[in-house]
């Protein structure tokens, strides 16, 4: 009888010494990219998403008892950022605020990815989180994160016979473009490396003894390789992208090469701008884009452990039609100051005063208050930044965190 009580408690017993235990290692998260990882919707904007029943429980882990930005205790993040070569880092732990920033250390009132990535590894992980994230505005995979294997980068003959007929110094260009490749990996790579050889300057809590885990790494970039008909002269056709895959294919190699961790899970952010496609052939460069983003994860040596994330079924439909009108009434207001236009102002005789009250009805007729205001609070960018909705944004972030934790289960 004795014996049979000894083994009913000994689960208990188990699980009590189990509590007691150190916890296990700082889970470390790299996140990269360009501006939509930068992040650029509003703080202003977390109200509209608890207007839609399905994203209000999301705004509700986003704030605390207050209504205030949740300040997470258990995550933190370095954030990398700048323009025009001004580098500078922002610490601290993780809430709103470190989306894109003027000033590299001063929070810029706008979310990226990792705000609810934070808050949803929050939950998952009982050890705490640090973010590593580096980002920059208008910097494309083909020569600015262009990684070491992907070799240099090569003008095609259209470009090189471009060039000439523009009159530009060609050996010039070469020589520039050689000093650009691959410099914003090597800034990456390095402020990575940076954070891993000191994390307690980062995160003071940190226990050298247990150590940390490289737990998963997100890519989010794609706007400059999309729109570029010089580096892809043929993006119209369904293989036009094809560099983009071998670029990034090549990127997932060296990241895991130069951080020695030849196994780590990573996200790539499918680019979504323009939301769900329905007719392939008006958008075919979008359609062409996203399969070669995707295309990696379905090579066999990234199998399990790369996965491709669609972003666009975060679109923001109702916000994108309405925008589409105020770019309708932008467009007159453009157009009236021209001559020889199909408008109320083809033969340029109405001043400005008349103009803006031109505007002012023509506004009234194509977008009503009820649909301005919705606008005003769901949307604070253009649309190539998901139209700075904190909606969409939000729900990316969590997504690129769940695909995360379902790999690692």
Request: some cysteine; overall charge positive; charged content about 25%.
């Amino acid at each position: 009888m004795l014996t049979s009580t000894r083994w009913f408690l000994f689960p208990f017993v188990v699980a009590l010494l189990c509590a007691a235990m150190p916890a296990q290692r700082l889970k470390i998260y790299i996140l990269a990219g360009q501006s939509n990882m930068e992040g650029h919707a509003k703080v202003t904007t977390f109200d509209y998403i608890g207007e839609d029943q399905a994203t209000a429980p999301l705004l509700a882990d986003m704030r605390d008892k207050v209504g205030a930005p949740r300040v997470c205790d258990d995550v933190w993040i370095s954030y990398l950022t700048g323009a025009r070569g001004n580098n500078g880092e922002g610490v601290g732990k993780l809430t709103a605020g470190f989306g894109s920033r003027r000033d590299p250390k001063q929070d810029g009132g706008k979310i990226g990815p990792e705000f609810t990535f934070g808050l949803r590894m929050d939950k998952e992980h009982k050890e705490p989180v640090l973010i590593i994230k580096t980002a920059w505005g208008g910097k494309s995979l083909h020569t600015d994160f262009r990684s070491p294997s992907a070799g240099p980068y090569q003008f095609n003959d259209k470009q090189l016979a471009q060039f000439q007929k523009q009159g530009k110094d060609v050996d010039k260009i070469k020589v520039d473009k050689v000093a650009a490749t691959g410099h914003y990996y090597r800034l990456m790579m390095a402020h990575v490396k940076q954070v891993l050889a000191d994390v307690k300057r980062v995160y003071p809590n940190y226990n050298e003894s247990r150590g940390y885990e490289l737990a998963g790494f997100v890519w989010f970039q794609g706007w400059n390789d999309m729109v570029d008909r010089g580096t892809y002269p043929q993006r119209d056709k369904p293989q036009g992208y094809a560099q983009y895959t071998e670029c990034m294919s090549h990127f997932i190699r060296d990241v895991r090469r130069d951080l020695s961790a030849p196994d780590l899970p990573f996200v790539i952010g499918v680019m979504g701008v323009g939301g769900p496609i329905e007719d392939t052939k008006k958008r075919a460069v979008h359609v062409n884009f996203r399969a070669a983003m995707a295309a990696p994860a379905d090579l066999a040596e990234f199998h399990g452990n790369v996965v491709a994330v669609p972003t666009s079924p975060y679109w923001d439909t109702k916000l994108d039609e309405i925008a589409g009108r105020i770019n309708k009434v932008r467009n007159m207001q453009r157009m009236l100051r021209t001559k020889n236009k199909n408008h109320a102002n083809k033969d340029g005789s109405m001043t400005r005063k008349q103009q803006r009250a031109y505007i002012d009805d023509y506004r009234k007729t194509v977008v009503d208050e009820q649909d301005a205001a919705t606008f005003q609070r769901g949307a604070s960018n253009a649309g190539y930044h998901y139209l700075g909705c904190a909606k969409t944004m939000a729900q990316i972030g969590y997504a690129f965190a769940d695909a995360l934790v379902k790999m690692r289960r």
